[in-house]
């Protein structure tokens, strides 16, 4: 997954927990990445058409920018279910988090040819717990109880 | 979470190359799959190019699985995969040959992007692996550059055809 479509996921859950656009350095926070670096990207975002950045207010994608953002949440929710389903990875969130940069979409698709997912995908992911809500497996139980704690 | 495509650790890269295991086994249960399937004799042709497949990505795969070994991970065996393939077949199959062939052809070409983003991210990296980083890109260059002769052989079948 390229760096823009990175940033459209992370503008889109951002988005669904706030109600609202996306402050910068928020989607900075979840990126790991600088403020100028986040604003420097925003306003490519911007230019491209994805993303409407307005001073104060924070970022809101434009109709465009969220299909992208959807393609790019529905490939990170293959590989986390893959991560689960195929290699029964227990960290799967900490390993997808760090494939999704190298995994393209069109691998995530030949992935997805062995994984049992849900037809409402992405739309079942849980932006706030960061985790497809329909994933059911020991794994997830373990990263609920941790929140808890 | 980061935004670096840059292989950070042995546990990452021997996540990648399990990947890639999966990746050929996919194609070659697939390939399998197909020739099976048909309802109607596979032309010559393409029963010879769906063995070449399954052979290639045989030979890809124990390629992938000494570099593993290597790194002390576990590899994803074949026979953990073929189920799992055939348990989804029959919601991806292809109806006829022109979908045989293209269905090949994808292989061909998400295996040829995986390697690529793979080495690419090999090469941004600055961590020290514990198996020799000159081996590790040379096998999966040649990994890559098969894949691409692979792209241009069902290419060239596909245009045949029409």
């Known amino acids: ?149 | 979470m980061s935004i670096t495509r840059a292989v950070g650790s042995d546990h990452q890269l021997a996540r990648l190359l399990q990947i890639g295991m999966v990746l050929e086994e996919v194609v070659e249960a697939r390939a399998y799959k197909h020739a099976q399937s048909m309802e109607t004799e596979p032309e010559a042709e393409i029963l010879a190019l769906l063995e070449d497949a399954a052979e290639e990505s045989a030979e890809h795969r124990t390629k992938l699985e000494s570099l593993v070994d290597k790194l002390e991970a576990e590899p994803v065996p074949f026979d953990q995969i073929e189920p799992l393939v055939e348990a989804q077949y029959g919601q991806t199959k292809p109806e006829d040959f022109d979908g045989v062939l293209y269905d090949q052809l994808c292989n061909e070409e998400t295996a040829y992007k995986f390697y690529d983003d793979v080495i690419t991210a090999i090469e941004a990296s600055e961590t020290s692996f514990s198996i020799d980083r000159h081996h590790l890109v040379t096998v999966l260059s040649g990994i890559r550059e098969e894949e691409a002769d692979g792209v241009e052989e069902v290419t060239t079948m596909m245009e045949s055809r029409q």
């Open chain 1, 1 to 149: 997954m390229n760096t823009s479509d990175q940033y459209l996921k992370v503008i889109y859950l951002v988005q669904q927990v706030e109600d609202g656009p996306a402050s910068t350095g928020r989607i900075a926070d979840m990126l790991d990445v600088s403020p100028a670096s986040a604003n420097e990207m925003i306003g490519k975002l911007q230019e491209r058409g994805f993303a409407d950045h307005e001073k104060y207010k924070g970022v809101s994608l434009t109709e465009e920018g969220i299909v992208r953002a959807r393609d790019a949440l529905q490939t990170y929710c293959i590989i986390e279910r893959f991560l689960i389903e195929v290699l029964e990875v227990e960290r799967f969130r900490e390993e997808a988090k760090t494939l999704e940069t190298v995994i393209d979409s069109t691998v995530a698709e030949r992935l997805d040819t062995i994984i049992d997912r849900e037809s409402q995908c992405p739309s079942c992911f849980a932006p706030e717990a960061d985790v497809c809500e329909l994933l059911e497996c020991d794994a997830v139980e373990s990263v609920d109880s941790e929140m808890a704690d």
